[in-house]
């Protein structure tokens, strides 16, 4: 059942709040070692929001979302209960505050069920860099559900959830949203607020949802996004309706919408089949009254060595606080104040996160800065132009997700390049701030596609109704892993 669908339900009186709550409890203890997709489940704290939400609906005081189960990545803070970042820095952490995004839809009602597993820090490309171990992909468990917020994926992918809170600074909400076969936002950067949600890169990371489909997405992201004095990056403006925005009807509901095919999408490094379920789409958009323009985004190859050198730069800040002194992870019996730096940060720290604060602080060093870190910047306002030449030419972007399905746990863990180029079409909309969808187009090999719509700044209306007009023409949002029906 879909989040709107519990939602009608609820309303209706089918079953209550702590009905729902305590029949997704029992499936989370009975599926969720399958998967490992979250660090840890919060029966209490559920049951405790479950039968105050009754009771409100019951007095006709309930918010919007009343009753409404969710998990958050573990990177959101959450009051009293440990929110690890996938880190065994922040094995023990428990926030004495909620983050804006929590207490935002803790007031519209939600219950939280459970932490969503991710890559530490938020740093990967396929979920397998988490102090708690590797999350495996509900259509296949021998492969990634893509990072890093790929237990929020898996989670809504194997019903275990309706919906999951996310965060995407490269394409970690709409990479995994499209290996697991589920609907994901990043909307527009600082459309959500960022407070509380622990930093990887502060310029590009951006806090969005997963969800069966994109009237869920719509139906939380509504309740997530406006402005917050608390986040200096937080944009101060009206947030659209998004739930009025799928309302079009009619047999073109998307009669005007130019959907821009870049040429550089379309190259050597995509899977052909992956490229055919791509153009598909456009063809059921175009069925719909949207007319197809090609358009092109020439900076796109540079976006993975500016991102990989903006984002570790950002990393190597932002985590420099954690020194076993002032957050985090502190060793035993330290000798002195370099062995109490140096050993709580190697044992604090995964792989993936050394690697990149490593490549970050080397780029921000004295003598290279101009070098690496400014001409990044320079590159960066590159790709965003690209982007503003593109809008003069259609109203949003089509392309695919990844140049790949799922692959194989362990298949890229001994090259990080070719990880990194997983990412290689959903970067450029982090360095330009732009908001993505990714959606359930296909099946290649028995494993699910996902399409990618890109739009201005604040277009998050659009690329939801879109989305949506598609998702009532097809059904691939619906198909669901035979394990976990």
Same mark, same amino acid.
């Given at each position: 059942m879909t989040l709107t669908g519990m939602r009608d339900a609820l309303a209706a009186g089918d079953f209550s709040s702590v009905e729902l709550t305590d029949a997704l409890l029992e499936r989370i203890a009975a599926r969720e070692s399958e998967l490992n997709c979250f660090v840890r489940s919060c029966p209490e704290r559920a049951r405790a929001q479950a039968e105050a939400a009754d009771a409100a609906r019951a007095a006709g005081t309930g918010g919007p979302l009343c009753g409404l189960p969710v998990a958050h990545k573990d990177l959101f803070c959450t009051r009293d209960l440990i929110t690890s970042c996938g880190s065994r820095m922040l094995a023990d952490f428990a926030p004495p505050y909620d983050a804006t995004v929590v207490a935002k839809l803790d007031t519209a009602g939600t219950v939280t069920l459970a932490k969503a597993n991710m890559d530490e820090f938020a740093m990967g490309s396929?979920?397998?860099?988490?102090?708690?171990?590797?999350?495996?992909?509900?259509?296949?468990?021998? %492969?990634?559900?893509?990072?890093?917020?790929?237990?929020?994926?898996?989670?809504?992918?194997?019903?275990?959830?309706?919906?999951?809170?996310?965060?995407?600074?490269?394409?970690?909400? %709409?990479? +995994?949203?499209?290996? =697991?076969?589920?609907?994901?936002?990043?909307?527009?950067?600082?459309?959500?607020?960022?407070?509380?949600?622990?930093?990887?890169?502060?310029?590009?990371?951006?806090?969005?949802?997963?969800?069966r489909d994109a009237a869920d997405c719509a139906l939380v992201l509504q309740h997530m996004a406006g402005f917050d004095p608390r986040d200096s990056t937080s944009i101060d403006r009206p947030v659209d309706d998004y739930l009025a925005a799928l309302a079009a009807t009619g047999d073109k509901p998307l009669e005007g919408v130019r959907i821009g095919l +870049?040429?550089? $999408?379309?190259?050597?490094? !995509?899977?052909?089949?992956?490229?055919?379920?791509?153009?598909?789409?456009?063809?059921?958009?175009?069925? *719909?009254?949207?007319?197809?323009?090609?358009?092109?985004?020439?900076?796109?190859? !540079?976006? *993975?060595?500016?991102?990989?050198?903006?984002?570790?730069?950002?990393?190597?800040?932002?985590?420099?606080?954690?020194?076993?002194?002032? $957050?985090?992870? %502190? =060793?035993?019996?330290?000798?002195?104040?370099?062995? *109490?730096?140096?050993?709580?940060?190697?044992?604090?720290?995964?792989?993936e996160v050394k690697r990149r604060i490593l490549v970050g602080t080397y780029a921000l060093s004295a003598g290279y800065f101009d070098a690496y870190y400014v001409k990044a910047q320079k590159v960066r306002r590159l790709i965003a132009n690209d982007f503003s030449e593109a809008w003069t030419h259609c109203d949003l972007i089509l392309g695919p997700v990844a140049p790949?399905?799922?692959?194989?746990?362990?298949?890229?863990?001994?090259?990080?390049?070719?990880?990194?180029?997983?990412?290689?079409?959903?970067?450029?909309?982090?360095?330009?701030?732009? +908001?993505?969808?990714?959606?359930? =187009?296909?099946?290649?090999?028995?494993?699910?596609?996902?399409?990618?719509l890109l739009g201005p700044h604040f277009s998050e209306s659009r690329l939801l109704a879109t989305a949506h007009h598609y998702q009532q023409r097809t059904a691939w949002h619906l198909e669901r892993p035979a394990a976990f029906r």
């Open positions: 396929s979920n397998e860099n988490s102090f708690f171990g590797p999350v495996r992909n509900p259509w296949d468990p021998d %492969r990634v559900p893509g990072g890093s917020s790929g237990g929020s994926a898996a989670a809504v992918a194997a019903q275990l959830v309706p919906a999951a809170t996310a965060t995407d600074t490269g394409g970690s909400i %709409r990479q +995994p949203a499209a290996f =697991c076969g589920v609907t994901g936002i990043k909307p527009t950067y600082g459309r959500v607020s960022r407070f509380g949600m622990v930093a990887f890169a502060s310029s590009l990371d951006q806090g969005g949802v997963v969800a +870049p040429e550089e $999408y379309f190259s050597v490094e !995509l899977d052909p089949a992956i490229g055919d379920r791509v153009v598909a789409v456009a063809t059921e958009l175009e069925a *719909l009254g949207a007319t197809r323009v090609s358009v092109s985004l020439p900076h796109l190859s !540079l976006a *993975l060595p500016a991102y990989y050198v903006v984002a570790p730069a950002e990393a190597s800040s932002n985590l420099s606080r954690f020194d076993g002194v002032r $957050y985090g992870h %502190r =060793c035993d019996d330290p000798k002195d104040l370099l062995d *109490l730096y140096t050993r709580s940060r190697a044992e604090g720290f995964g792989e790949s399905t799922a692959f194989r746990l362990g298949e890229k863990s001994d090259d990080p390049v070719a990880m990194y180029l997983n990412d290689i079409y959903t970067l450029s909309a982090n360095l330009a701030g732009v +908001p993505g969808l990714a959606m359930p =187009c296909g099946f290649v090999d028995g494993l699910p596609v996902g399409a990618q």
